[in-house]
């Protein structure tokens, strides 16, 4: 099973791409999907979809899930994130994957057990559930391969609850 994790931003894209394997979840890639400030919106959201795309054909997930967005104080930072994630969602869903959504509360509960967990938390814990050398830098990737961690537990708990036919 592997699963797409994304962090949406207009500047910055997290993704995160994880596999489960016999012993737990392995990463198979991370990184940002990044657009200039000098971009108007419209431009800016295009190249999110395109490079997103990308990734999908090249790592060819069974599911994804994306973060919900959290609102803050800026009302237009949130807007335009929520127009990224639309984009997003919209792209996953063309290519038929199954997504998935969850807040910022409930992905900090699942890999830290603290929903008020904060970034390098966060890092810290993808480090030691992946297996990796090094904390996954920047906290948006991070973020992203945390969101598929938390789908693929979300996943496989789903069956300790199916009643069998």
């Given at each position: 099973m592997r699963i797409l994790g994304i962090d949406p931003g207009t500047a910055t894209t997290g993704y995160g791409v994880v596999e489960e394997g016999p012993?737990?979840?392995?990463?198979?890639t991370y990184g940002c999907i990044t657009t200039s400030k000098d971009l108007e919106l419209p431009a800016r959201l295009n190249?999110?979809?395109?490079?997103?795309?990308i990734i999908i054909s090249k790592f060819k997930p069974d599911y994804a899930a994306v973060e919900?967005?959290?609102?803050?104080?800026?009302?237009?930072?949130?807007?335009?994130?929520a127009q990224a994630r639309g984009v997003i969602m919209q792209k996953i869903t063309e290519e038929q994957i199954p997504v998935a959504?969850?807040?910022?509360m409930q992905i900090k509960q699942a890999i830290?057990?603290?929903?008020?967990?904060k970034k390098p938390q966060i890092q810290k814990m993808m480090q030691?559930?992946?297996n990796l050398e090094d904390i996954p830098k920047p906290d948006d990737a991070a973020d992203a391969l945390a969101i598929a961690v938390?789908?693929?537990?979300?996943?496989?708990?789903q069956s300790l609850y199916t009643v069998p036919a």
């Open positions: 012993n737990g979840f392995k990463m198979i190249e999110i979809a395109f490079d997103l795309s919900e967005i959290f609102f803050s104080k800026n009302v237009k930072t949130a807007i335009s994130v959504s969850y807040n910022p830290c057990s603290d929903g008020k967990a030691i559930l992946l938390t789908h693929g537990h979300c996943l496989n708990n």
